[in-house]
């Protein structure tokens, strides 16, 4: 890369990073002469970005929202993705929140303001950290429908297939809901609402829902049942599945890895770099135990008493299927 385009790439993203800058305090970071600022700053402008000029003793520069910046002329979907991306950065790697944030509020700065009004519409709350792989995907403009009648507070309506997941699933009536929060578990989008029809709070699959339009009038939020909507959401999915058996161990390995593989009804818990607490659900306290056994790892059976009794008969009964 010559030193021009270098120069220009650390102007641009000392402009994306403040919204105003002194001229002579661009010189100094940079390490050139105003002057030499002053030319690079056309360059800019001659490819299309918006940089204005201040006169005077406290002149500087300004990187205005404009429609013509090649690197960041996103469609509609790019746009929803970079904002979900950063959104929901921190449910795959750690220690990037401060960063996530920061860079949103960078591509945001310098979008056209069409572009950051639909931005704007998707406020994303991510539940669970080890989420599966078992992905389902939805329509972007269903996102933007869900997320525009979320942020502008009107009621969202809706047709919303039976519980049957197969392709063939009728529609059934419109519903009409207050939507409260958008969330991502365990792969899926869901939206929290209250439904008007129902006269209570109902969690619904975003994959299912067909929005239509006009919205309805707006209201004013209601309070969850719960301190925050990740508690409540918590709460709803892991009360679904009354499983009769349910045990905790810790795992020597990963959580990210076990995660892949523990199903939709676990719950992976991180204790170190190398190992996890892991709980299942099983119908029975023998299967329980032979499902810890599946991850090919040291495991250390913590509670109930009859999950460490079913592994003390499974151990016996392998010992004496595999011979002396």
Known sequence: MSETSARLLALLSLLQARRDWPGSLLAERL?????????????????????????????????????????????????????????????????????????????RQVMPARLRQRVDALQVTTVDRYADSRRIKVDSEHLIAIGTALRAREVLRFDYTSPRADEDAEWVPPRKVEPHHLVTWGGRWYLVGWDLDRNDWRTFRVDRMLPKTPTGPRFTPRELPAPDVSTYISSRFQGRNQWPCRGTAILQAKATDIARWAGRDALVEEVTDTSCRLTLNGWSWTGLAANFGMFETDVEFINPPELKQAARDLATRYLAAAGS
Do not use: C, H, M, W
């Not at 795959?92 to 960078?106: D, N």
């Open 31 to 107: 390490e050139v002469s105003p002057r030499t600022v002053r030319r690079d700053v056309d360059r800019l402008r001659d490819l299309g970005y918006p940089v204005r000029a201040s006169k005077g003793p406290d002149g500087g520069y300004r990187l205005d929202a404009g429609a013509d910046l090649p690197p960041l002329l996103f469609d509609d979907d790019q746009a929803i993705a970079v904002a979900v991306a950063l959104q929901t950065a921190t449910t795959s790697v750690t220690g990037i929140e401060e960063g996530a944030l920061r860079a949103l509020a960078t591509v």
